[in-house]
């Protein structure tokens, strides 16, 4: 079966560089996640699309924007990049509006792994 | 704004003993799922649990939702060391989840 798939798997930046991490959901799925997990952290939310409408928005820092394309992929751009923001990037992307009772089970892509130095 | 915990934080177990995480939210969840991680992986669903009381088994896993939907336990009999790995709880609907601070599971044969 088609799983999330992500790119790059690898990224490494200098402090105040930019980057932009991709995400490509499963076929049909119409709704897409971005978290950020630090080492030994559990996954913080930053923000996430419907329809290609953004749908909510958590700790994500103004240097950061997204955006989901009429494909349905998206792009994670971050800016003026920080030591602090070295972690683990994931998307995950989920089917909503089955039709039937709701069900918020999220795929989880292999992540992103971003290293600022 | 919500806040969800796990403990313990960490557990060493030998193999074939049972395992225990419990989940806990400051705010009535609707729903509350459970994840998986493996070290350098990325976090697999493994259910949901929608219902007040709700009890869910999967083989060695057991899954219950409590009566007033603010916590949650994953119990795991006769652990493997195919289970070791982090244990996430998250609470949220459709647009976002958040994560328990997890367990982490370490079994030794």
């Known amino acids: 079966a088609a799983g999330v798939i992500q790119s790059p798997r690898h990224l490494i930046k200098e402090k105040r560089e930019t980057a932009t991490l991709k995400c490509y959901p499963i076929p049909r799925h119409d709704t897409v996640y971005w978290y950020q997990q630090g080492p030994g952290q559990d996954p913080q939310f930053l923000i996430s699309f419907y329809e290609k409408m953004q749908s909510d928005k958590g700790s994500i820092p103004d240097r950061f924007s997204a955006q989901q394309f009429s494909d349905y992929h998206s792009e994670l751009n971050m800016s003026s990049l920080e030591l602090g923001d070295s972690a683990l990037y994931f998307c995950?992307?989920?089917?909503?509006?089955?039709?039937?009772?709701?069900?918020?089970?999220?795929?989880f892509g292999p992540g992103t792994r971003l290293t600022v130095t | 704004g919500q806040q969800v915990m796990q403990i313990p934080q960490y557990q060493h177990v030998q193999e074939g003993e049972d395992f225990t995480t419990y989940c806990n939210s400051s705010t009535t969840l609707s729903n509350i799922q459970w994840y998986k991680q493996r070290p350098g992986g990325h976090p697999v669903f493994l259910i949901q649990?929608?219902?007040?009381?709700e009890v869910k088994k999967q083989k060695r896993l057991t899954f219950q939702f409590g009566e007033a939907k603010k916590n949650s336990s994953l119990h795991i009999t006769a652990t493997q060391t195919t289970d070791v790995g982090t244990y996430f709880c998250?609470?949220?609907?459709?647009?976002?989840?958040?994560f328990g601070t997890g367990t982490r599971l370490l079994v030794s044969p």
């Open positions: 998250a609470g949220g609907g459709f647009q976002k989840l958040v």
């Open positions: 995950a992307s989920s089917l909503v509006a089955s039709g039937g009772l709701p069900s918020y089970e999220q795929y």
């Open positions: 649990l929608v219902k007040s009381g």
